[in-house]
């Protein structure tokens, strides 16, 4: 079955790039750095519901977001979480945390996004991101 | 430098098991089947802070709770996250999520713990899964 993104996903996040069948996106949420990886796998709702090699290259992206966050974003800290209450396909997050961020030191979770001013221009400084760390 | 468990995470749960240097934790919360992962590496922040085989270990041991969260513990959903705002030292939180848990379907974190009636009951039970589920 042709793999559908959720509308939820697709309304608050802008697709960045798509490699080994995850896509890449940026929440639409200016007052931190947040990716979100999406396997384009039907119908998978937890992270053990991917085969194995599947697991292990969301693994993968997800350490190579990380590192991102950290050395270029200069993220203080970061979050990383499957937690799909409201939308049950499985994504993560990877979220880079700032000591003085609005949300800090709570999670970032449930308050309303802060879209950015032109998100075109966010997309493309992650593309170039992860063309130089790849 | 021998490891040392950070003192909030010592106070607001207790040891199930240890397994490829990594504790097992029930965080001591009755509304939810909580655990937490330590991986006992000193300095540890972040995922990526651990090696490769490290990090491998425990994911493998994220999905081996995560599947007696399902299976056993009935969870209608998981959350598994790596945050560490308020506690830096590197800890996953495996949690099991119900429609009708008091937090659903907001995060578990930032609520005060409702302690175990009898908190050596449930390591117990949490021993038994571990074994019945290697």
Redesign the interface.
Known sequence: MAFTLHEAIARDSLLVSREANIQIRLQNHAAVPWLVLVPEHTGA????DLPDTE?AQL?LL??RV??IL?NAARAH??????????V?QLHIHCIG?FTDDPH????V??HPLQPYPDPELAVNAWRAHLAEAP
């Open positions: 709702v937890e992270l053990i697991r693994h997800q350490d990380s590192r950290l800290k970061l979050n990383v979480a499957a937690i799909g209450n409201i049950p945390r800090w030191p709570g999670p979770w449930g």
